[in-house]
């Protein structure tokens, strides 16, 4: 017993069972995703992130030991950003004729997510600092945590807001552009970017090389709009 | 595949010089792909196979990337608790009505304009 404690105690302070794990729980959440016919709502982020969620409060596991060994994967997000600029320049002809489409379309829709969104919250009468924390919950995270910071908001509640709005996003984004009759791939790129990030633009470049291309470029548009934009409207509205 | 790791590496790593050395408010990993995208552009030509499929390989798995990050949700539960009604009702309505208003203004502006 002593030495199954042992193991335990190994196993749950290095970072090769955490790495191992979020591994195996992807390719657990691939599964489950081609089981339930790749439907927009199976979202493999979602299933893998419930996983492992559940992983860690069954087995008491803390956050932080787990992103020791999670961290590697984490890292990559960095130079996948960069990568997009591949697909971006493979579709620079398409893109290139929508260029200002685009920078309206999202300066507009990323405007529009934050307004909804505060708006409700307000309605709901949730603390100032709930509501500043909401505002920049569309973009990037390291860029929504900074916005969130300057505005009066929880910067790590805003971290947790953005990954439910992507994976919100990324899950039932598409339904709803059905819904709402929109066919054409680079508008459909364009909101995926706008509203649901890098987590929106997973699920748009496994669909589609023109929506994944639009929604990359969206994200890196909203993430600037909304840098420059948030900060001032928020002055002007309750400055 | 390491020139091409290496050549994703260097742009992420010039976007974060960039964005402390000019105070910009947008991450490293953002303005490199400016970087990197400007890059190709100057080239002219198509992209070097091998970062093509470098590329290729890390956003096939894009979304795993976000994994870790998205599991730290565990450590804001109580928050997300208390607050449940205004922050699900924010995040779902608010995430969806700006998906269908950015896609139909979209679509909108590109058949007006070509």
Known sequence: MSELGEIWVYLAREPLAALTATLLAWL??????????????????????????????LTGIDYRSYFEGAQFVHFLLGPATVALAVPLYRQWAVVRRAAGVAAVSVIAGGVFAAGVGVAIALALRAAPEV????????????????????IG???????????????TGAALGPLVLDWARVRDMRARGLAIGTAA??????????????????????????????????????????? | MIGALAALLACQLAG????????????????GMVLLFLALLLRGREAPPALDATADGLLGSLGLLFVPAGVGVVLYLPLLARDWAPLSLAVVVGTLSAIAFTGRLAQWLLRRLG
Not at chain 1, 153 to 167: D, E, M, N, Y
Not at chain 2, 21 to 28: E, K, M, Q, Y
């Open chain 1, 28 to 57: 657990g959440a691939l599964r489950l995703q081609r089981a339930c016919g790749r439907h927009a709502l199976a979202n493999p982020v979602l299933f893998a992130v419930a996983l492992l969620a559940a992983g860690l409060l």
């Open chain 1, 131 to 150: 509501v500043a924390s909401l505002a920049p919950r569309s973009v990037t995270t390291p860029v929504a945590m900074g916005i969130a910071e300057r």
């Open chain 1, 153 to 167: 908001g929880l910067p790590s509640l805003t971290a947790a807001l953005v990954i439910c709005s992507g994976i």
């Open chain 1, 197 to 239: 990030h890098g987590i929106g633009t997973a699920r748009a470049l496994s669909v589609s090389a023109a929506a994944g291309a639009f929604s990359g470029l969206a994200m890196g548009l909203n993430a600037l709009a909304t840098a420059l934009l948030l900060p001032l409207l928020w002055r002007l509205a309750f400055g």
């Open chain 2, 16 to 31: 974060e010089v960039v964005a402390r050395a000019l105070h910009l408010p947008v991450p490293g990993p953002v303005i």
